[in-house]
């Protein structure tokens, strides 16, 4: 791990490949451990990243290639982010103007949507950029701003 006198950064790289997926929330649970983070935002990133990385190997590499993605993992003045960086078509996640409906029924709805909603939901900051050939996604999520909203990283009540 390179770490600096404010903070601490490390990355992995994956294949574009499903199964690689459990390989970074690994490495998530021990960045998380190492740094001391809350269990609450460690599931929160991996629930995101889950999602940002499944979505990018299912459909961000139509060539059917193998394709490196690295996922960067920082943490440095009471915020934690992730950021992961693929040379897949371009993709921003942010842009989809269609919310999903989520007030009808699970067989009316249209298919899509509720995993970049969700990952919307746990994260305080999600941010795209477009680099020459790369797609970069950051995640962001602040330590402490789900305890002071009397709420855990998912948005849920903290009842106790």
């Known amino acids: 791990m390179a ?25 998530v649970e021990v960045f998380g451990s190492a740094n ?16 940002v ?5 299912s459909y961000g590499f139509p060539d059917g290639g193998q394709h490196a993605i690295t996922v960067r993992l920082g943490y440095q003045g009471g915020e934690a982010w992730a950021e ?5 078509i371009p993709f921003d996640p942010l842009a989809s103007s269609a919310a999903p409906d989520v007030g009808t029924g699970l067989h009316d709805r249209r298919v899509g949507g509720l ?11 999600v941010a795209y950029r477009r680099e020459g050939h790369f797609n970069r996604l ?11 909203r009397g709420e855990d990283a998912t948005g849920a009540a903290d009842d106790s």
């Open 3 to 27: 770490a600096s006198p404010d903070g601490a950064e490390q990355e992995i790289r994956i294949l574009n490949r499903l199964d690689q997926i459990a390989e970074v929330a690994a490495f």
């Open 36 to 51: 001391g983070l809350p269990g609450d935002i460690v599931n929160a990133l991996n629930v995101a990243l889950d999602e």
């Open 53 to 57: 990385l499944c979505n990018a190997i």
């Open 84 to 88: 992961v960086v693929d040379n897949g």
């Open 115 to 125: 995993g970049l909603l969700f990952m919307r939901h746990l994260m305080d900051d």
């Open 138 to 148: 950051r995640l962001r999520k602040t330590i402490g701003a789900s305890t002071a």
